[in-house]
Nanobody, 120 residues
Framework: QVQLVESGGGLVQPGGSLSLSCAAS????????MGWYRQETGKQRELVAT???????NYADSVKGRFTISIDNAKNTMFLQMNNLKPEDTDVYYC??????????????WGQGTQVTVSS
């Protein structure tokens, strides 16, 4: 089975930086794409950034110029470097992966979510 294991998150001051990572483990053959989504309580889950295994990226307008997504294909690990954090970035951040497994087909997987809080 495929698991997405997140690390990072926590409390940071406005203007500070934080780095998240998400490692795909288990029966992983290859990664099609991975991404980060965030969801505040009572609100819709929204895209933050996505990246394909080929390195193509997509960012929400609200994070462009501040966040950088990257992927290490050899380790099946995705990273999100978050700079100049703002209070409105406060959310639960979820890792998503579209992953080929050993069964020779891709499936979508979600991480457990990690809390990012930006506050003075």
């Amino acid at each position: 089975q495929v698991q997405l294991v997140e690390s990072g998150g926590g409390l940071v001051q406005p203007g500070g930086s934080l780095s998240l990572s998400c490692a795909a483990s288990g029966s992983v053959s290859s990664v099609v794409a991975m991404g980060w989504y965030r969801q505040e309580t009572g609100k819709q889950r929204e895209l933050v950034a996505t990246i394909t295994s080929g390195g193509r990226t997509n960012y929400a307008d609200s994070v462009k110029g501040r966040f950088t997504i990257s992927i290490d294909n050899a380790k099946n690990t995705m990273f999100l470097q978050m700079n100049n954090l703002k209070p409105e970035d406060t959310d639960v951040y979820y890792c998503h992966g579209r992953i080929w497994s050993s069964s020779s087909r891709w499936n979508d997987h979600w991480g457990q979510g990690t809390q990012v809080t930006v506050s003075s």
